[in-house]
């Protein structure tokens, strides 16, 4: 990617906020380092020529089979300055013997190398594996996985390799080489681009292969520097996002603490406010006890006075005479008790039920906090949540800008 002077440069470009398009030709996502990193790279889907099958070679291997072609029709790549990266992915080829199949890509200008070619060929086996494609493959110099090592099985796995020399009698083992060196002349990639397909022995009778699809991936120094420039925007966008959710966090926090306060002053009232009704209702409880008793103390009374006066009556003598006296007086007092009594039992009564409308307020205050509290806590999990997503990808960009421009 970018060196030293060209990677300052870009840092103070990022400095600076400067916004470099991109061009039109898609540049994707990529796993990798930069887990989340704008990929440098153009892509462009191949066209499989026909039905895609791989004619069979002639008997004793003494000729080939028609070549088998899948185009890339390539625009949008920067001009003028050399390719920085080219790779093959999502290859997908079936074939029964790799050792009989040669892979060439072959750029506009006719530059072309092999991916693979002959397979296991060498002064210890000069037939070559005969391991089966499957595929999905990746050719790129990115990668280190050895095509023989994974082509010695019965059939190669799914995976990333480099490309490898093609294997000759007599020769001593694999060979690595470089795609993106192959190209290094090329200074305008655009135009067609085809990976050829080209069987070189006869096979035993069947389906003897087929390419199904490919995908051609180029880049250069200017993509590489707008990638970097478009990571440190997405840099930017994600430290601002983090800010923007920390005060939303901070905001969560500080109702949720609030509502907490609320729900704890609510219930204490609560509790007070019900202890204050059962003290005022044991109260009036007790006020009405008493005002029945004055109630049975005057028609006890009563009673007296209307025997004595029936005593008083039937004898005349003083001392019943003076018993109806002392009966009127006792009733007399016994009915001021008794409408005292009842008094203080309305009294208590009004206020039973006035502490009683207090606490059942209160009770509703509480509960209407307890929702509240529920509903900031909430709140606040969202806010937290946010913060941790918004965090996680300020690392994520800041991880792929890094990779970026210290690559």
């Not at 009556?313 to 005479?321: E, L, T």
């Not at 007092?333 to 009683?356: D, H, K, L």
């Amino acid at each position: 990617m970018v060196g030293g002077a060209r990677r300052d440069g870009v840092r103070r470009w990022l400095g600076a906020m400067l916004v470099v398009s991109v061009g039109a030709t898609t540049m994707v996502g990529t796993a990798g380092p930069a887990s989340a990193g704008i990929s440098p790279y153009h892509r462009f889907a191949g066209t499989v020529a026909g039905d895609g099958s791989i004619t069979d070679g002639g008997a004793s291997c003494s000729s080939t089979g028609a070549p088998r072609e899948v185009s890339f029709v390539v625009s949008g790549v920067p001009t003028g300055t050399a390719l920085t990266g080219v790779r093959i992915s999502g290859l997908l080829v079936s074939h029964p013997q790799v050792s009989d199949l040669t892979a060439t890509l072959v750029a506009p200008d006719g530059t072309d190398h092999v991916l693979f070619a002959r397979t296991g060929v060498g002064a210890d086996d000069p037939d070559g594996y005969d391991a089966a494609l499957v595929g999905p493959y990746t050719f790129s110099d990115d990668h280190s996985t050895e095509w023989w090592t994974w082509a010695s099985g019965a059939e190669v796995p799914a995976g990333r390799y480099f490309s490898t020399a093609p294997g000759t009698p007599g020769g001593s083992g694999p060979v690595r080489t470089g795609i993106t060196a192959a190209f290094a002349g090329l200074t305008d990639a655009n135009g067609i681009w085809r990976l050829r397909f080209v069987d070189h022995c006869q096979g035993p009778p069947g389906p003897q292969g087929a390419v199904h699809a490919a995908t051609l991936e180029l880049k250069t120094a200017v993509d590489e520097m707008s990638s970097c420039i478009a990571e440190g925007m997405r840099t930017a966008s994600a430290q601002a996002s983090l800010v923007a959710a920390e005060t939303a966090l901070d905001s969560a926090r500080a109702t949720l603490t609030a509502a907490a306060a609320q729900l704890g002053a609510a219930d204490a009232a609560r509790t007070s406010t019900a202890a204050d009704a059962a003290t005022a209702m044991a109260a009036a409880a007790k006020t009405a006890a008493a005002a029945q008793a004055a109630g049975h103390a005057v028609t006890k009374a009563t009673k007296a006075l209307k025997q004595a006066r029936k005593k008083a009556k039937k004898s005349g003598k003083p001392q019943a005479i003076a018993k109806v006296r002392k009966a009127k007086k006792a009733l007399s007092a016994n009915r001021a008790s008794r409408r005292t009594a009842t008094t203080a039992a309305g009294s208590a009564a009004t206020a039973s039920a006035s502490a009683g409308a207090v606490a059942a307020t209160a009770a509703g205050a509480a509960t209407q906090a307890a929702a509240a509290r529920s509903t900031a806590d909430a709140a606040y999990d969202l806010a937290r949540a946010g913060w941790q997503s918004a965090r996680d990808r300020l690392e994520q960009t800041r991880e792929a800008e890094a990779f970026c421009l210290d690559s």
